[in-house]
C-alpha cells in the first residue's frame, strides 16, 4: 500500500472552487467530494488543517468605492460562512471538526489559539481555520501561509480551479505552458499567480513549500498527499 509522504498539510482552498460550476454560492456535490477527499486523508492517519477563501460569495478588492477595510471585514466574514458549510459536510460523514475563526465569534466557532488547534489535529480533528488573519490587507492565501508555519504543516495543498501554475492564463491563451517545479523567487520575479506576494514570501522565510493542483477532481487531493506528481511544485532552489 502507497503511504502519504505528509503528515500534517494545510489544504487551501479558495472560495470560487466551493461554488463549483456554477460560479457563485455553495455547490453542495463539490463540498461534499472535498468532505470525502479529506475522510481519507484521516483514515491514512494525515492530520489535516483547512483555510478557505469567500470569492463565491465576496471578493473585497473588486468593491468600488467602499472603504477597504469595510470591504475586507466583509469578505472575512464570507469565509466564516464557507467554513461552516464544509464542517457541516465533514461531520455528515463522521469527521471530528472544529472551525476557528480569527475575529471572535463564540456562539458558532471557536477563536483561535494555536495550541488548541494543535491539540485537535493531534487527537485527529480537521481545524477549519475561518476570517482570514483577522486584519483588512491580508487575503487567505497569507493565512494559509501563516498558519501553516504556525501548526508547523509540511506542506500547503493549494487548490485551484486550475491544474497548476501557467505562465500566462490558461482561460485566456490555449498555448500556455505548465511550470511542473518553480522556486519561490521565481514565482516573485515573475509574477506568476500562485499566491501572492506576501504568502510567497512567508513560505519563502520559512521554508514551507507548495503543491498547487487542479480541485476539478476532489481526489487530486489524496493523489498530492501520495506523492503523486500532478500540478507544480513550488520549493526552495
Known sequence: M?????????????????????????????????????????????EVAVVVGGGNFWRGRTSE????????????????????ALQDALENIE??????????????????IRRRAMRHLEKGRTV??????????????????????????????????VDGVYDSDPMVNKDAKMFKKLSYI???????????STATSLCMDNKIPIRVFGLDNADNIIDVVLGKDIGTYVEEE
Open 186 to 196: 521565481d514565482v516573485l520575479q515573475k509574477g506568476l499567480k500562485v499566491m501572492d
Open 2 to 46: 502507497v503511504k502519504p509522504i505528509y503528515k500534517r498539510v494545510l489544504l487551501k482552498l479558495s472560495g470560487e472552487a466551493l461554488a463549483g460550476s456554477n460560479g457563485f454560492g455553495i455547490d453542495n456535490d463539490t463540498v461534499s467530494n472535498i468532505a470525502q477527499a479529506v475522510k481519507k486523508l484521516h483514515e491514512m492517519d494525515v
Open 128 to 161: 477549519i481555520f475561518a476570517a482570514g488573519t483577522g486584519n483588512p490587507y491580508f487575503s487567505t492565501d497569507t493565512t494559509a501561509a501563516l498558519r501553516s508555519a504556525e501548526i508547523e504543516a509540511d506542506v500547503i495543498l493549494l487548490a485551484k480551479k
Open 95 to 112: 469527521v471530528s471538526t472544529r472551525v476557528q475563526t480569527a475575529i471572535e465569534m463564540r456562539q458558532i466557532a471557536e477563536p483561535y
Open 65 to 84: 468605492g467602499m472603504d477597504r477595510t469595510t470591504a475586507d471585514y466583509m469578505g472575512m466574514l464570507a469565509t466564516v460562512i464557507n467554513s461552516l
